[in-house]
């Protein structure tokens, strides 16, 4: 059965700071990983979603990683702002790991 | 606009009764997933359906039930048989099974009173 982890559960950074947040799993075959974040009391909010055939994606300032050998992804925040401060959580084939809460400090 | 639409937002249940949350959308897909989410947690699969009229349990889908009579609605009960249902529910859609992008809807909060 797949399992996802997101380490570290909190991060705390001041503003304009680069930034990784990590999400590992256990099983290799996968379809996609998918990041999203989350705002308290909100539903989730696709941000990149990577094909198992490739190895990154990008939006604006962020930056999806897949390294489906080792059973990794990263997303890269770059320049981070106070409105980033939100959960991020991401999903290997939609099994979901607990997220990671973010607050970027003005 | 299109997406997915979720009600009521916040819904409040006696113990011992059953309640129904709504999950619609109108982005055409056809796969749709419900979801539980607990403080702190990430998200856990109950239900979901690639087709109408067809669907498949999740990871905990003991105390609920759901149809998918219609390519747009897939609505979520929550028996009595449910023993701790007060959580975040989340609905999702996505164009295929497992390999396209997922959106989501706002979600229901119920709280068992």
């Known amino acids: 059965k797949q399992e996802v982890t997101q380490i570290p559960a909190a991060l705390s950074v001041p503003e304009g700071e680069n930034l990784v947040l990590n999400c590992s799993f256990t099983?290799?075959?996968?379809?996609?990983l998918q990041w999203f974040r989350q705002d308290p009391g909100k539903g989730l909010t696709s941000l990149l979603l990577i094909q198992s055939s490739q190895r990154e994606q990008t939006s604006g300032r962020l930056n999806a990683s897949l390294d489906k050998s080792s059973g990794r992804s990263t997303l890269y925040i770059a320049a981070s702002q106070p409105g980033d401060s939100a959960t991020y959580l991401c999903?290997?084939?939609?099994?979901f790991g607990s997220g990671t809460q973010l607050t970027v400090l003005p | 606009d299109g997406g997915i639409t979720q009600s009521p937002k916040y819904l409040f249940r006696k113990e011992g009764q059953n309640v129904t949350l709504s999950c619609e959308q109108n982005l055409n897909h056809d796969a749709m997933y419900w979801y539980r989410q607990d403080p702190g947690q990430g998200l856990r699969l109950i239900y979901y359906?690639?087709?109408?009229?067809?669907?498949q349990k999740g990871d905990i889908a003991e105390g609920y039930s759901v149809s998918r009579e219609k390519k747009e609605s897939f609505p979520l009960t929550v028996t009595s048989a449910q023993k701790n249902p007060t959580a975040f529910y989340l609905c999702?859609?996505?164009?295929?099974?497992?390999?396209?992008?997922?959106?989501f809807g706002q979600g229901t909060r119920l709280t068992v009173v």
């Open positions: 999903a290997a084939t939609l099994t």
């Open positions: 999702a859609s996505s164009m295929g099974p497992s390999n396209t992008e997922a959106f």
């Open positions: 099983d290799s075959a996968i379809y996609n």
């Open positions: 359906s690639q087709i109408v009229n067809d669907f």
